[in-house]
């Protein structure tokens, strides 16, 4: 006796269809997709907090190639008050990743979409820089982000993933 197959999904679906909301199901289980996107999105922030760290390590390097003044300021205080806003920015930005990431696993749906929106930006930046600018993308650069910016768009924009984000919705 054969198994029958399952149906394949077309390679097309209207709008209509794929907007329709899943139907009210507290009691849903968190599906791996889910999980997978947010272990992704906290990768990222292990990611943010490499960088940060290399930064602040080479940070006289980059000042030194930078060629920004500040009036009434001396060099080497302008050099410690960038590090400290370097540092301020992305420390809030990792901050904001790790409440997010949680935020999905706890199954709310608005942070799932700001970082899919998040995640769009970015590979669109690193795009931007290697079309505009020649950068290379490499280990150095942007591979791993904007690896990990893809793998983050798949998870969370499974139809696994937005239904479990979309479980409360009554209508």
């Known amino acids: 006796m054969t198994t029958p197959t399952p149906a394949?999904?077309?390679?097309y679906e209207p709008a209509k269809k794929l907007l329709r909301p899943p139907g009210y199901r507290p009691d849903m289980k968190r599906p791996p997709t889910t999980v997978a996107g947010a272990v992704l999105v906290l990768l990222r922030v292990v990611v943010g907090l490499l960088l940060l760290a290399e930064l602040a390590l080479n940070w006289n390097v980059v000042a030194a190639e930078s060629t920004i003044a500040l009036e009434g300021v001396a060099a080497s205080e302008a050099v410690g008050i960038g590090l400290w806003i370097v540092v301020a920015i992305i420390g809030i930005v990792i901050l904001v990743e790790v409440v997010l990431a949680v935020l999905i696993l706890l199954g709310h749906n608005w942070p799932r979409v700001v970082v899919m929106v998040f995640a769009v930006l970015s590979i669109s930046a690193?795009?931007?820089?290697?079309?505009?600018e020649n950068l290379e993308i490499t280990l150095k650069t942007s591979l791993l982000t904007t690896a990990l910016d893809t793998l983050i768009l798949l998870a969370l924009s499974s139809r696994s993933a937005a239904a479990y984000a979309r479980r409360n919705e009554q209508r």
């Open 126 to 132: 690193a795009f931007g820089a290697w079309w505009l």
């Open 8 to 11: 394949k999904r077309p390679a």
